[in-house]
Nanobody
């Protein structure tokens, strides 16, 4: 059974940092791009960041560019999201995802291109 399990969320003050992890089991995702999305109640799931299967390409939403960094460790089948200078508007459930297409050139920001999802981890940023 394939599972993606996020961890590292929590409550932090504005300006603080958190590091999210997403560990995969049941399947190796070393040939697949990985991504982070986030969701708040009443809103659609929003793209945050993605990293190519090789780690050579990354892409960020404008709202997090310069503050968040996505990385991966294929040996651990894990992807990370380092979040710095957090703002109250970053408050959301953060979900990791794995691409449906192996060895994709670049990354996709489209939800439909990801077919494995974690359950999410709550990030709350207080002002």
């Amino acid at each position: 059974q394939v599972q993606l399990v996020e961890s590292g969320g929590g409550l932090v003050q504005a300006g603080g940092s958190l590091r999210l992890s997403c560990a995969a089991s049941g399947r190796t995702f070393s040939r697949y791009a990985r991504a982070w999305f986030r969701q708040t109640p009443g809103k659609e799931r929003e793209f945050v960041a993605a990293i190519s299967w090789s780690g050579g390409n990354t892409y960020y939403a404008d709202s997090v560019k310069g503050r968040f960094t996505i990385s991966r460790d294929n040996a651990k089948n894990t992807v990370y999201l380092q979040m710095n200078s957090l703002k109250p508007e970053d408050t959301a459930v953060y979900l990791c995802a794995a691409d449906s297409t192996p060895l994709r050139l670049g990354v996709s920001i489209q939800i439909e291109e990801y077919d494995y999802w974690g359950q999410g981890t709550q990030v709350t940023v207080s002002s």
